[in-house]
């Protein structure tokens, strides 16, 4: 006599009684996370902190670059007056 397979309901009934549904969905959560996370490093994407550190970087040497244009601009300016009054005497 072959024995009849319990339904599926009652195998899930007594999982849900061994590990509780909270510890079943937390465990899959955990390793949906670690595969997501695993992947995403595969892909050479850079954290939200270093993409901020970066930016603020770039900010600062845009900020440096166009003082020093100023700067440029100035000199250039006072060389082309100085070049004009000397060619005026």
């Known amino acids: 006599m072959a024995l009849k397979p319990?339904?599926?309901s009652e195998v899930m009934q007594q999982v849900n009684d061994?590990?509780?549904?909270?510890?079943?969905v937390?465990?899959?959560?955990?390793n949906a996370r670690q595969l997501i996370?695993?992947?995403?490093?595969k892909l050479d994407f850079v954290?939200?902190?270093?993409?901020?550190?970066?930016?603020?970087?770039?900010?600062r040497t845009r900020g440096k670059i166009a003082a020093l244009e100023s700067?440029?601009?100035?000199?250039s300016?006072?060389?082309e007056t100085l070049e004009k009054d000397a060619a005026g005497q």
């Open 6 to 8: 319990p339904p599926i």
């Open 18 to 24: 061994l590990v509780g549904p909270a510890g079943l």
């Open 26 to 30: 937390d465990e899959v959560d955990r």
């Open 37 to 41: 996370q695993s992947a995403l490093r």
């Open 47 to 59: 954290s939200r902190e270093e993409f901020d550190a970066q930016s603020a970087i770039l900010e």
């Open 71 to 75: 700067e440029l601009a100035a000199m």
């Open 77 to 79: 300016a006072l060389v």
